[in-house]
């Protein structure tokens, strides 16, 4: 009987569980949770704070989710991989033989060496449950916060903790927020939405110093704050995939199979370096839908199923206070850019080659899933396909006939 | 399984679909009640594209990939039909990006919702094949 | 121009309390009669061209809407109706002829509606259908005269060719171009689910319903469009169309305008011209070039297929059918004035031709006397309503009926009787494809089918209760009806007995 170890307990650990279960219903699974909880869903901290959800709600599967799919789940950090004898070895807690292992490791914050940051008392990062509710128990309605890093785990966490707290400040070096996902313009009109709400922005600046209530900005600027939130950046967690022989770059490397280049060791999720048919290269993409495609693709292959993702893009849903925001795929500044501005949003569209290559949404976001699909399936558009692409996503982009088979079958 | 089907042919684009739909799904027994003066969330919408029109509303797929994306963890399939936990769903809306039909909408109070074919609410099957006036949309195994 | 005289005939009625502004309404209508205010939120209606088709009443989800006719009258008169000062002054201002569709709508007399049907009681039994065979079966077509038997001895049983029907009805001639592709599919895929015939009319057959064939009747009419080889030898009975109840006298007048693709395709005539079928066949001016034209279709149909003469019920309608009866033809089909139309002279229609009762009862007898009664069978149209009717009409001798109005209602047709519009917000009398799509045959067919279904079994309970178990065997038993409210003359040409004798 095959022997399934997987190594963390997220997004990524769920999906090769379901990806096993597809195929094998015996094998044994054992997963390695590093985190004393059951299996939550990450990006609904900020939720959590917001009251939004709650503990028993933000599970990201039921219950018994674990015993239906016959997992025993060991709680402990993983030391290492020894890949001759094929075992997982625990700090302090023993070992376990696998037949086939998973490395769904995730990541972890990265916290620059900050001048005098540890003299600050109420310093946070962003990433964990535990870190939610440490941060939870130190919020007053008189609370300065002061937030570094204006991505989405900082934006989602001052969105979070915004009524209740006195007041939020969040910088970053970067000239605007969302950096990664937005361009200057979207970014400006998501930036006025959080400022609307109370959120102040320090851009082009950080603090480079720290006392311990103060922060010394780069500008010479200075803060004041009771509360500190980290929120820079994320690293993916590789340090026992690089013990165990596996290639690793900004992630552990995996291939369309999610095979890590070590023997019977996958990768999937946030700690993993997939291929990207966006930039047609490998990327760590740090997005929960993606965690959980190659979580389940490492699972069917590790019980010998066949499965692969070669249409893997980077794409985003994230909303601040009710405004929405959809982005997805590259946004090439060679190719045609449509841009349309109402009152309520932008739309900004980006094609090359008879295709769309990626698009950004602000406000109006229904039916998104249209070009997200035209996007990851690399549609060729003619003329008149392209004219309807940038009225609105619509199925009218498609062919008669294969508008009717998707409308008509079974998918 | 049975699942919702549009004909194109048929299809008249009056948008009553919509309309049966929203009253459906608004667990009140009385349609004008139901949506009199409201702004509707249908979970059915209809396309019209050079005088083609048709209703679109969740596939049901077979790997549906809103399940595989949602942060919460809030849309599962439960005998075939999909489903979304509103009191799970924190109205991300990363199924409304993913799913390439577009048959995912945030619903009034934000949390997203689609077809479920009515088997939850009181009307029991399908209220936009029931009322579709041209029977261009039906319900049915294919 | 906008006639200035004339008050809108109907008021559009609608509940605020009930509308939700779903705009249904405002997309059904291609009158536009309804409209939506943005600015003030609310739906308008424009009822100066609403024709009370009922389309947005029966879309309404809320039961929200009702067209009444407007009690905006003139001044009561018992001689100038309102109706005929209307129609004065639409005259007035176009200067043309008054055009309308379907029936006459006048309150002139329905024959049926004064013969009532006979039952079994005490002295002869009537039959259960639902415990006892009934048939329902005809053949129409010549009848041989005497048995006869070969030199063996064996019975003859061939005959000239009869059409088969599972029931005494036909969906009479309607043409595409005056109704619709989807309408035609619907008759042409009832009549073959239900073993009974459609007609094409003079549209010609279009070539997605050769297939329905075996249950097609073609018609060749005036103007002969659409005819050819391929056409006559699809069909299971070949029609010459010499007259329409509606407007018996005169041709037809489909304008260029919706001779369009498939239309002008199957009429076989350039796209955009008028498609003017003549008042006469030109080449008919007696039974004997009638008799030419019988035979030319049986020769080029190799004597396999029941040639049909229609005509409208006329004043002389005996003598002309007896004619007919003598020229070769297997059928004669008798259109009475209450028969539709697509678009006719409103003089025409509701002043020229004469009850079918009357015309039947007159026919039936006249063949019988001059004994050609089997020379033919006799098919009558022109305002079959329901099953009675149908049990009346074979009583009075006809072999079966002919209806379209039913099929129309069947399908959706409200009786708006503006078909002439070409804007018919059911799809049936239009050509514009977002109208047509209305109709989706699977539901006309069903319809039609059901229609015809309940009336079988309305005849079978009809025909049971007198003691009949097989239709042919009402045929032309006249003892089976009786007149009330009628004159003696009523009653002698009808032959039947006033009730109560």
Known sequence: MAEYVIIGNGTAAVGCIEGIRSIDSDGAITVISGEEHHVYSRPLISYLLEGKTDLERMKYRPADFYEKNK????????????????????EGKGKFGYTKICICTGSSPFVPPFEGLDKVKKKFSFMTLDDALALEKVLTDKSRVLIVGAGLIGLKCAEGIAERVGSITVCDLADRVLSSILDAECAAYMQKELEDHGVSFMLGDTAVKFDKNKAYMKSGAEVEFDILVLAVGVRAETEIAKQAGCDTNRGIIINTK????????????????????????????????????????????????SSEITDAIPMNSIGFFGLHCATAGAYPEDGEIYEERTDKGIKRLYFKDSKLAGYMLIGDVNRAGIYTSLVREKTVLDNEETEKVKKMPSLAIFSDEKRRTKLGGVV | MKRVFVNEDWCLGCHLCEYNCAYANSGLSDMVKALKGKDIFPRIHIEETDGITYAVSCRHCKDPLCVKSCIAGAISIEDGTVKIDKTKCVGCLTCVLVCPYGAVAAGPEGAAQKCELCLANSCGSPACVKGCPNNAIVYEER | MKDHFIYPEFEVVRNDNRCIQCRVCERQCANEVHSFDPERGIMLSDETKCVNCQRCVSLCPTRALKIVKSDCRLRENANWADDTIKEIYKQANSGGVLLSSMGNPK???????????????????????LREPMETKVFLGKKPEKIKRNEDGELVTETTPQLELSMPVMFSAMSYGSISYNAHASLARAATELGICYNTGEGGLHEDFYIYGPNTVVQVASGRFGVHKDYLEAAAAVEIKMG?????????????????????????????????????????????????????????????????????????????????????????????????????PTRIRDNVGIPIELALASVDQRLRDEGIRNNVSLVVGGSVRSAADVVKAVALGADAVYVATAALLAMGCHLCRTCQSGKCNWGIATQRPELVKRLNPDMGSRRLVNLMDAWRHEIKELMGGMGINSIESLRGNRLMLRGVGLTDKELEILGISHAGE
């Open chain 3, 244 to 344: 329409q109840g509606a407007k018996p006298g005169i041709g037809g007048h489909l304008p260029g305008a919706k001779i369009v693709g498939d239309v002008s395709k199957t009429r076989m005539i350039p796209e955009g011209s008028d498609a003017i079928s003549p008042a006469p066949h030109h080449d008919i001016y007696s039974i004997e070039d009638l008799r030419q034209l019988v035979y030319s279709l049986k020769e080029a149909t190799e004597y396999k297929k029941p040639v049909i003469v229609k005509v409208a019920a006329v004043h002389n309608i005996a003598a002309i059918a007896s004619g007919i009866a003598r020229s070769g033809a297997d059928i004669i089909a008798i259109d009475g004035f209450r028969g539709g139309t697509g678009a006719a």
């Open chain 3, 107 to 129: 309150p002139l007399p329905v024959y049926w509606d004064k013969i009532l049907i006979n039952a079994s009681q005490v002295t002869n039994p009537p039959i259960d259908p």
């Open chain 1, 71 to 90: 997992v025993n789940v060991v709680y402990g950090k993983a030391a290492k991989i020894d890949t001759k004898k094929q075992e997982a070895i625990l």
């Open chain 1, 258 to 305: 999610m095979e890590t280049t070590a023997a019977n060791i996958y990768a999937a999720g946030d700690c993993s370096e997939g291929y990207d048919s966006s930039i047609s290269a490998n990327r760590v993409l740090a997005i929960l839908p993606n965690a959980y495609m190659q979580g389940r693709c490492a699972g069917i292959n590790m019980a010998g199923g």
